[in-house]
């Protein structure tokens, strides 16, 4: 929570500076922006690429509890392209706010570059509050629509930010299915977010 | 946009062939995203097309978290009724055993 509050912190003092008119060069801003993006997902890509614990875990779950993933992100998906002809916007934004997952950092970065601003504004809060939705109502997700609930409202954040809850309310017997759910989602995002960006 | 792409796809050889001689760049992961995030701030602050639409982008960011969220849980029901159904028929099976 401190993380996300802090990140939260950043695009709040990012708005001021903006306000107030201290950086206004939007061509420097782009440049820097891009460059920074590009080592983000250098440093991502690096991090998924030395995980090797995955395949080991993979192997003790049951065979049918690893389409969770897909389920997560299909019902996503599903959702989103509703939500955005709910409030008229086209099914592509819906989609690419929706693939966040709850990765609010690098979804709305992806987003804010290829399809502006506005809409990488809503995927931070969206994916913001995604999380914050995992966090608050994880006991009642799993009493009423059974364990997996929480972990595919976790979405990409099953795996560190949501786990301690996950573990609490669905049963720490999920939790390597938790982990395995968040590296999947998670390595789904950036995927996910550039293909609805760019169609 | 296949520039990002591509450089996440060389990251992730990177990682897989040198493994942990590169596990210091997850300290460089969160300075990064708070520049970045500090950057589309103050692309917002100083849009006031974005600043003057504050309600609507918060309308819309709450119903496609709702519509998303409430897709992957509903996705997620369904399977855990098709898991939970065939451990119950298995665990009968093994009792009339």
Known sequence: MKTTLGILGCFVVGIAVGRWGALSDPVIIGHVSFAALCLLMLCVGIMVGSDKTMLRQIRSLPRLSLWLPVCTIGGALAGSVLAALLVHRLPTDGLAVGSGLGYYSLSSLLIGDLRGAELGTIALISNIMREVITLLFAPLLVRYCGAFAPIAAGGATTADTTLPVIMQYAGARWTTLSVFHGCVVDFSVPFLVTFFCTV | ?97
């Open chain 2, 1 to 97: 946009m296949l520039t990002v792409f591509f450089i996440m796809l060389l990251g992730v050889g990177l990682g897989y062939v040198f493994g942990r001689r590169l596990s210091w760049v997850r300290h460089g992961v969160l300075p990064l995203i708070g520049l970045l995030l500090f950057l589309l701030g103050v692309e917002v602050g100083g849009d006031d097309c974005i600043m003057s639409s504050w309600s609507t982008i918060g309308i819309d960011a709450i119903v496609i978290t709702l519509a998303a969220t409430g897709g992957s849980v509903a996705a997620a029901w369904l399977l855990w009724l098709m898991i939970y159904r065939k451990e119950t028929r298995r665990r009968r099976e093994e009792e009339l055993r």
